[in-house]
């Protein structure tokens, strides 16, 4: 009889697998079919089976899937192993989709190492101690109430991520220092006069490889096996199957070679009667597999410190005004509708609204954009913002997660653990290749035991051996690490950084360049590109009057005229009553006359009539996305400045050079409409948006992907972070913040676009050659198992012994290094 269930829980391939494999292990259950696009199971048993039993084994599982009645809606568990967002850990291959776990551990499809959602270790409240009386603790700064020292930060506790990290990093250097001996043992017979044989026989040695590798199966690699043993039981075969099974072989090989070499024929024997072993193939494989994880696993610690950095962005105290006092609160004890003030260079500290007073706040840790913005009564500022040098009132409107900040760093978080894995082609590989070699050893064994010549038993069991020795994932492991390896020390040589394989992997599928305008396409530095004077006066005199009136500013604006002006050796005299106007400009007196600087406002507050000429001139510049002042002396208007941002003199050239190459080039910017249309405009760019903020750019990143895009993102500031993390490659310019960099998979030292182009060749480079060693690798196992299994044995009366075939091994492995090193010769122009 057959019986359909609905399945909740399952979100791919490897699901579907485990759903099958729990439902057949059912006493009474013949066979069962699982239908991923519908959640359904379609169970055939010889009896009926009650419901409760099947449900007790799906609980017995672990409780990652569960199971329903036809007709009966499921209720979505709440449970974090199950759902997305409260467990704190997940894969991070992404193999069961959003789901997390309350517990570190091992992926129950491939095997890797659960981390922890980025932010979940940090995202707790800094607290402060003394440092005479630890157990004083407090979640803001101030002084002890024991001994009045002033409170320092308490050190967070390491990160389930370090913790990992600095554990494999242990366990690696046990590794290596037991594995080394074994190896040098086990080359001994190359060193000139072997002096390893003047101290002791082969038998004693091997014994030594004995007791050296036991630390390293048994401590410091021990886990693989663990793991090959749950892909085995689970039927999620990957590559720690192939790990175990050919390690573990190998070791239990040599192993009973040493203890009971009477069972082996003749042929296998030295001279001396010694069984070969290969204690240092499996003390190797294990290392250098080791070897790999702990460079994962500092990846993935650094993954999470574009999170820390933008935490760090949120001051942790504000000062609230409470029946006309000012009282210091923690940043937590904030509520809507609560009167705040913040005072001059300080860190605002929610969303809100200013209420009194007038200021200028840098955004640019928000917006992308170096110039700080002009805020007045009614106007919006944002937590993480830095105030300026005057003193304001504000209304809290959004706290906590509400704020603009929070959701960045939710968006982050959220676009870095949902990125859509990469399947490692060794891994599907693997996944028909380690089935097939285990049925061919078994077969050989039983051909050679039931048909081959006496000793039959111990040919079929070394035959066997041979099979799975020459199968040893080895050369297939060192396929992608030694050509990323390579690659990587190549692109740091250009300046590109790369700081995940899978980023550069990807790097090569990408049809679609997203790029962010400031500090990306220009160089994120306002520079005077105009000055005009009006008729009957001269350049110079306006410098000296512009630089004079703007010496006491510190508006960056007024840095650039200041530094244009020092750059032609203008000398400029003193001001007198420097006025800052918000949103407006600067005014001063400057040898006896009031000097105005500043947009059409400051001029109507100045009482001064811009000239038909100027208006002009102020239009063509601001139809090339520049900004405008104008200067007036005694209320007449004398000439005007134009700055801008300039475009990165490679820019055009990269963009040219990528569109060549059938990458399509989009420009997203929160910048105004005109002045992205001018940069678009010169760069050559069909395609721009324009104001957009964080969440903007990130969306338009998830439309392209989901109309089948392969999108890379291009960015500097922390505006850029959310889309730089959804990207299916991430590109951050290294003269930006730390927080793009972070959110980046590549990063570009000299800021140069042309670094994209360098990183996409070098991908190419590097996906080529990743495929020529997965060839070396599965060609050469594919011609020795069946030599290994004895196919030449009727014809020539050849057999393949295990040393042959662990010889076979590394030349393998040879090749592919060797392989891989031809990287190092590449050109990427």
């Given at each position: 009889?057959?019986?359909?269930?609905?399945?909740?829980?399952m979100?791919?391939?490897?699901?579907?697998?485990?759903?099958?494999?729990?439902?057949?292990?059912?006493?009474?259950v013949?066979?069962?079919?699982?239908?991923?696009?519908?959640?359904?199971?379609?169970?055939?048993m010889?009896?009926?089976?009650?419901?409760?039993?099947?449900?007790?084994?799906?609980?017995?599982?672990?409780?990652?899937?569960?199971i329903?009645?036809?007709?009966?809606?499921?209720?979505?568990?709440?449970?974090?192993?199950t759902t997305?967002?409260?467990?704190?850990?997940?894969?991070?291959?992404?193999?069961?989709?959003?789901?997390?776990?309350e517990?570190?551990?091992?992926?129950?499809?491939?095997?890797?190492?659960?981390?922890?959602?980025?932010?979940?270790?940090?995202?707790?409240?800094?607290?402060y101690t003394?440092?005479?009386?630890?157990?004083?603790?407090?979640?803001?700064?101030?002084?002890?109430?024991?001994?009045?020292?002033?409170?320092?930060?308490?050190e967070?506790?390491?990160?389930?991520?370090e913790?990992?990290?600095?554990?494999?990093?242990?366990?690696?250097?046990?590794?290596?220092?037991?594995?080394?001996?074994?190896?040098?043992?086990?080359m001994?017979?190359?060193?000139?006069?072997?002096?390893?044989?003047?101290l002791?026989?082969?038998?004693?040695?091997?014994?030594?490889?004995?007791?050296?590798s036991?630390?390293?199966?048994?401590?410091?690699?021990?886990?693989?096996?663990?793991?090959?043993?749950?892909?085995?039981?689970?039927?999620?075969?990957?590559?720690?199957t192939?790990?175990?099974?050919?390690?573990g072989?190998?070791?239990?090989?040599?192993?009973?070679?040493?203890?009971?070499?009477?069972f082996?024929?003749?042929?296998?024997?030295d001279?001396?009667?010694?069984?070969?072993?290969?204690?240092?193939?499996?003390?190797?494989?294990?290392?250098?597999?080791?070897?790999?994880?702990?460079?994962?696993a500092?990846?993935?610690?650094?993954?999470?410190?574009?999170?820390?950095?933008?935490?760090?962005?949120?001051?942790?105290?504000?000062?609230?005004?409470?029946?006309?006092?000012?009282?210091?609160i923690?940043i937590?004890k904030?509520?809507?509708?609560d009167?705040?003030?913040?005072?001059?260079?300080?860190?605002?500290?929610?969303?809100?609204?200013?209420?009194?007073?007038?200021?200028?706040?840098?955004?640019?840790m928000?917006?992308?954009?170096?110039m700080?913005?002009?805020?007045?009564?009614?106007?919006?500022?944002?937590?993480?913002?830095?105030?300026?040098?005057q003193?304001?009132?504000?209304e809290?409107?959004?706290?906590?997660?509400?704020?603009?900040?929070?959701?960045?760093?939710?968006?982050v978080?959220?676009?870095?653990?949902s990125?859509?894995?990469?399947?490692?082609?060794?891994?599907r590989?693997?996944?028909?290749?380690?089935?097939?070699v285990v049925?061919?050893?078994?077969?050989?064994?039983?051909?050679?035991?039931?048909?081959?010549?006496?000793?039959?038993?111990?040919?079929?069991?070394?035959?066997?051996?041979?099979?799975?020795?020459?199968?040893?994932?080895?050369?297939?492991?060192?396929?992608?690490?030694m050509?990323?390896?390579?690659?990587?020390g190549?692109?740091?040589?250009?300046?590109?950084?790369?700081?995940?394989?899978?980023?550069?992997?990807?790097?090569?599928?990408?049809?679609?360049?997203?790029?962010?305008?400031?500090g990306?396409?220009?160089?994120?530095?306002?520079?005077?590109?105009?000055?005009?004077?009006?008729?009957?006066?001269?350049?110079?005199?306006?410098?000296?009057?512009?630089?004079?009136a703007?010496?006491?500013s510190?508006?960056?604006?007024?840095?650039?005229t200041?530094?244009?002006?020092?750059?032609?050796?203008?000398?400029?005299?003193?001001?007198?009553?420097?006025?800052?106007?918000?949103g407006?400009?600067?005014?001063?007196?400057v040898?006896?006359?009031r000097?105005?600087?500043?947009?059409?406002k400051?001029m109507?507050?100045?009482?001064?009539?811009?000239?038909?000429?100027?208006?002009?001139?102020?239009?063509?510049?601001?139809?090339?996305?520049?900004?405008?002042s104008?200067?007036?002396r005694?209320?007449?208007?004398?000439?005007?400045?134009?700055?801008?941002?300039?475009?990165k003199?490679?820019s055009?050239?990269?963009?040219?050079?990528?569109?060549?190459?059938?990458?399509?080039?989009?420009?997203?910017?929160?910048?105004?409409?005109?002045?992205?249309?001018?940069?678009?405009?010169?760069?050559?760019?069909?395609?721009?948006?324009?104001?957009?903020l964080?969440?903007?750019?990130q969306?338009?990143?998830?439309?392209?992907?989901?109309?089948g895009?392969?999108?890379?993102?291009a960015?500097?500031?922390?505006?850029?972070?959310p889309?730089?993390?959804?990207?299916?490659?991430?590109?951050?310019?290294?003269?930006?913040?730390?927080?793009?960099?972070?959110?980046a998979?590549?990063t570009?030292?000299?800021?140069?676009?042309?670094?994209?182009?360098?990183?996409?060749?070098?991908s190419?480079?590097v996906?080529?050659?990743?495929?020529?060693?997965?060839?070396?690798?599965?060609?050469?196992?594919?011609?020795?198992?069946?030599?290994?299994?004895?196919?030449?044995?009727?014809?020539?009366?050849?057999?393949l012994?295990?040393?042959?075939?662990?010889?076979?091994?590394?030349f393998?492995?040879?090749s592919?290094?060797?392989?891989?090193?031809?990287?190092?010769?590449?050109?990427?122009?």
């Amino acid at each position: 009889m057959q019986h359909t269930y609905h399945v909740q829980g399952m979100s791919c391939s490897g699901c579907q697998q485990h759903v099958k494999a729990t439902l057949e292990k059912i006493e009474g259950v013949e066979s069962a079919s699982v239908d991923l696009a519908n959640a359904t199971a379609t169970v055939t048993m010889s009896a009926h089976i009650p419901f409760e039993r099947l449900e007790k084994a799906f609980s017995e599982d672990g409780g990652h899937y569960s199971i329903h009645l036809p007709g009966e809606k499921p209720v979505e568990k709440k449970s974090a192993s199950t759902t997305r967002g409260t467990g704190r850990f997940y894969c991070p291959m992404r193999c069961e989709g959003d789901k997390t776990y309350e517990k570190a551990g091992d992926c129950p499809v491939c095997g890797m190492d659960l981390v922890p959602e980025p932010g979940s270790a940090m995202a707790g409240k800094q607290e402060y101690t003394c440092p005479m009386h630890p157990e004083v603790s407090q979640d803001m700064p101030g002084s002890c109430p024991i001994c009045g020292m002033d409170l320092v930060p308490r050190e967070p506790d390491l990160s389930a991520e370090e913790k990992q990290y600095k554990k494999l990093l242990r366990k690696l250097w046990w590794a290596i220092a037991f594995t080394l001996p074994i190896f040098i043992i086990a080359m001994s017979d190359m060193i000139p006069g072997q002096p390893l044989s003047h101290l002791a026989d082969m038998k004693t040695w091997n014994w030594v490889q004995l007791l050296l590798s036991v630390p390293v199966v048994f401590y410091a690699t021990w886990m693989f096996f663990e793991r090959a043993y749950r892909s085995v039981r689970s039927w999620n075969l990957n590559m720690f199957t192939l790990i175990g099974i050919g390690a573990g072989v190998a070791w239990l090989f040599s192993l009973f070679g040493l203890l009971f070499p009477q069972f082996f024929p003749s042929q296998f024997l030295d001279h001396e009667g010694n069984v070969h072993v290969y204690f240092e193939a499996a003390t190797v494989i294990l290392t250098l597999v080791l070897l790999g994880q702990v460079l994962e696993a500092r990846a993935h610690n650094k993954t999470n410190a574009a999170v820390k950095a933008l935490l760090e962005l949120a001051p942790n105290k504000a000062t609230r005004i409470n029946d006309g006092k000012e009282e210091v609160i923690a940043i937590d004890k904030i509520n809507v509708g609560d009167r705040l003030r913040v005072k001059p260079g300080e860190k605002i500290p929610v969303d809100g609204r200013i209420t009194e007073g007038e200021t200028t706040v840098d955004e640019s840790m928000i917006t992308g954009e170096p110039m700080p913005v002009n805020k007045q009564i009614d106007d919006q500022v944002t937590a993480g913002t830095i105030n300026g040098n005057q003193s304001f009132l504000m209304e809290a409107e959004k706290v906590g997660a509400d704020t603009l900040l929070s959701q960045i760093i939710h968006m982050v978080s959220e676009a870095s653990r949902s990125r859509a894995p990469i399947q490692k082609l060794a891994d599907r590989v693997a996944a028909y290749f380690v089935p097939g070699v285990v049925i061919i050893a078994v077969l050989t064994f039983i051909i050679w035991s039931a048909w081959g010549p006496e000793p039959a038993l111990v040919y079929g069991l070394v035959n066997a051996i041979a099979v799975l020795i020459i199968a040893c994932p080895c050369a297939l492991g060192l396929a992608t690490p030694m050509s990323i390896m390579v690659g990587v020390g190549k692109g740091a040589q250009h300046g590109v950084l790369i700081k995940n394989a899978e980023a550069l992997e990807e790097l090569n599928k990408v049809d679609t360049l997203i790029v962010d305008k400031t500090g990306t396409l220009t160089e994120g530095k306002p520079q005077v590109e105009n000055v005009t004077p009006v008729d009957g006066v001269e350049k110079t005199t306006l410098l000296e009057l512009l630089a004079a009136a703007n010496q006491n500013s510190e508006h960056p604006l007024a840095e650039a005229t200041m530094n244009y002006a020092s750059e032609n050796d203008i000398n400029w005299p003193k001001a007198t009553e420097f006025e800052a106007v918000t949103g407006k400009g600067v005014q001063a007196i400057v040898s006896g006359k009031r000097i105005a600087v500043g947009n059409e406002k400051m001029m109507q507050l100045a009482k001064g009539a811009i000239p038909g000429e100027l208006q002009s001139v102020a239009n063509a510049l601001r139809d090339k996305g520049k900004t405008v002042s104008y200067i007036s002396r005694d209320s007449e208007v004398i000439g005007l400045i134009g700055i801008g941002d300039r475009i990165k003199e490679s820019s055009a050239a990269a963009i040219k050079a990528l569109q060549k190459r059938g990458i399509k080039v989009i420009m997203l910017t929160g910048d105004n409409i005109k002045t992205a249309g001018a940069v678009a405009k010169q760069l050559g760019l069909s395609d721009f948006k324009a104001g957009m903020l964080p969440g903007d750019k990130q969306d338009e990143v998830k439309t392209l992907q989901e109309s089948g895009r392969i999108v890379a993102m291009a960015g500097d500031g922390i505006n850029d972070a959310p889309a730089l993390a959804q990207s299916n490659v991430g590109i951050a310019m290294g003269t930006g913040t730390d927080v793009a960099i972070e959110s980046a998979g590549i990063t570009l030292v000299r800021g140069d676009l042309q670094g994209i182009v360098k990183a996409r060749i070098l991908s190419e480079k590097v996906l080529r050659n990743i495929k020529q060693n997965l060839f070396f690798a599965l060609a050469y196992n594919a011609l020795g198992v069946p030599v290994a299994a004895g196919v030449l044995f009727p014809f020539f009366g050849l057999l393949l012994s295990p040393m042959i075939a662990a010889a076979a091994m590394s030349f393998s492995s040879v090749s592919v290094i060797t392989n891989a090193l031809r990287l190092r010769s590449a050109k990427l122009v």
